[in-house]
């Protein structure tokens, strides 16, 4: 009994450093990430017929800026715009404004859930097209985008190690703001 008690004191242990890299390293390696997410898709417009979603984005860059930009330069400047905010996030550079670009791009990227229903979720019972999944799956950039966005004001992830053992049957844990936030709110 003692080795399982030592071997469950090991790997605690283990948990609790590993949470402390987490802490020390996620939120720049999610924006990095994003950031490499970004530039490689957006780098990949800038060629033509690579990009899987590229007839869908042409159409829904014509549709939503009236016009002005069709064909090959509304590709452009998708391209374009992906490029920047990579680079935005991959350099850590006017993060601001990679965010905020990133939030209408990505208004831009999941209207054709909107624009083009019919085509995005055919057949029997509306299952979604590869393209439709495509887009989806741009939520989670989303909420990625919005823990990236969170640190313009300072918010941290701040390391409060509990044992794995007492943490098992826990939900997880509210964010708790600053004493000045608590007072601002009473």
Request: net charge positive.
């Amino acid at each position: 009994m003692k080795t399982v008690i030592s071997l469950f004191d090991r790997f605690d242990q283990l948990d609790t450093a590993m949470n402390r890299w987490l802490v020390a390293h996620s939120i720049a390696l999610l924006r990095i990430s994003l950031g490499l997410i970004f530039l490689g898709f957006g780098l990949l417009k800038f060629f033509p017929g690579i990009s899987p979603i590229e007839d869908l984005a042409t159409r829904t860059t014509t549709i939503l800026t009236f016009g002005v930009l069709s064909g090959r330069s509304a590709m452009d400047f998708v391209a374009g715009l992906e490029s920047i905010i990579g680079i935005c996030f991959i350099s850590g550079r006017f993060l601001r404004v990679g965010v905020w670009l990133m939030a209408a791009q990505m208004i831009g990227a999941i209207s054709p859930l909107v624009i083009f229903p019919g085509e995005l979720f055919p057949g029997p019972l509306h299952a979604p097209s590869l393209a439709a999944q495509y887009i989806i799956k741009d939520i989670i950039l989303v909420a990625a985008g919005m823990v990236i966005a969170s640190t313009w004001t300072g918010a941290r992830i701040v390391a409060q190690p509990q044992s794995f053992r007492s943490a098992l049957g826990k939900r997880v844990p509210k964010v708790q703001r600053s004493v000045r936030q608590l007072e601002a709110t009473i």
